[in-house]
């Protein structure tokens, strides 16, 4: 069942609607817009739907775009679980069928949810013409070793996969944290206090902040079921995996060699938000790669 909501975010571009449906045990809310091909956008943590904004209305002039709010945010349901890369495909896959969208789809995914788009590619590959892999390690390729605080690697992993303490820490003191991070992932100053006190409201409060850490929280078993589909063989989808050159840079690319066949890697002149720091390159790269490497696809709608 989906259904359309009455309200419309400030954020949200000219020519989309904001959509819901329940899937696989979950209510999902989504923006659609734009006809053709169907394409889906994937947020990370800590942001929801909005960090496609500035690249919605160029990639709706070609394309079908559905953009959700995962699994735990924004103005989606808050499940006690239901985290794993590969559930969450399950989320995907259902909100499509929902909403009466057709495919292959081309999904891109932006940290976490390029973790998603990933295992989408993975687990699924009749479903997809492309996927794209925005500035994140993945689970069962470089993730793990990137986890390793030992041997240099981040610390914020390991913390956010704890059970309770960083909802409790980050309760009350969610803007000044967000800032920080934003900041400090960034290569230039693009996001407003607006912006951030839009995310700091979305993953504000306990809950909302345990929705978040569930993404988290499932990152080992997503690296669990990622290497046991990988030993089966490679991934057969044309992969464009872009890492910005303030942040993962070419690491992910240089890792998924052994097991991607069709992979294309570019390095973004941006810090982490490639979409948010240099949205015209990114569509740009976008629709060269998506020349290059696939048929046309089925009408997503009309």
């Not at 942001?47 to 496609?52: D, L």
């Not at 690697?153 to 390991?158: A, E, I, M």
């Not at 840079?249 to 060699?257: I, P, R, S």
């Amino acid at each position: 069942m989906s259904e359309p909501t009455t309200s419309t975010p400030a954020w949200l571009p000219d020519g989309f609607e904001i959509r819901t449906a329940d899937t696989n045990g979950v209510r999902l809310s989504a923006a659609l817009g734009g006809h053709g091909p169907l394409l889906v956008l994937l947020h990370g943590w800590p942001q929801t739907g909005r960090a496609w904004a500035k690249v919605m209305p160029a990639l709706a002039e070609h394309h079908t775009v559905l953009v959700p709010d995962l699994r735990g945010t924004g103005a989606s349901d808050r499940p006690e679980d239901g985290y794993t890369k590969r559930n969450q495909v399950d989320d995907l896959r259902g909100l499509i069928d929902a909403l009466g969208l057709t495919g292959p789809a081309i999904v891109a995914g932006h940290d976490i949810g390029s973790m998603i788009a990933f295992s989408w590619a993975v687990h699924h590959p009749e479903d997809l013409a492309a996927a794209v892999l925005v500035d994140a390690f993945q689970p069962g390729v470089d993730l793990e070793e990137s986890m390793n605080v030992v041997t240099g690697g981040s610390w914020h992993f390991g913390f956010f996969m704890s059970p309770h303490f960083p909802e409790m820490l980050f309760d009350g003191h969610e803007f000044e944290f967000f800032k920080a991070t934003f900041t400090a992932l960034s290569a230039e100053p693009v996001f407003t206090d607006e912006q951030l006190a839009f995310y700091a409201e979305s993953y504000g409060g306990r809950d909302r902040l345990r929705g978040g850490f569930g993404h988290y929280r499932t990152l080992l078993e997503d690296g669990r079921e990622n290497r046991a589909a990988l030993a089966t063989g490679p991934v057969t989808v044309p992969v464009l995996s872009i890492g910005g050159r303030e942040s993962v840079g070419a690491q992910t690319t240089e890792a998924l060699k052994p097991d991607v066949e069709r992979l294309t890697g570019l390095v973004a002149p941006t810090g982490h938000f490639v979409a948010e720091e240099a949205p015209d390159w990114f569509v740009r790269n976008l629709r060269e790669f998506l020349a290059a490497t696939t048929e046309p696809a089925g009408a997503g709608r009309s």
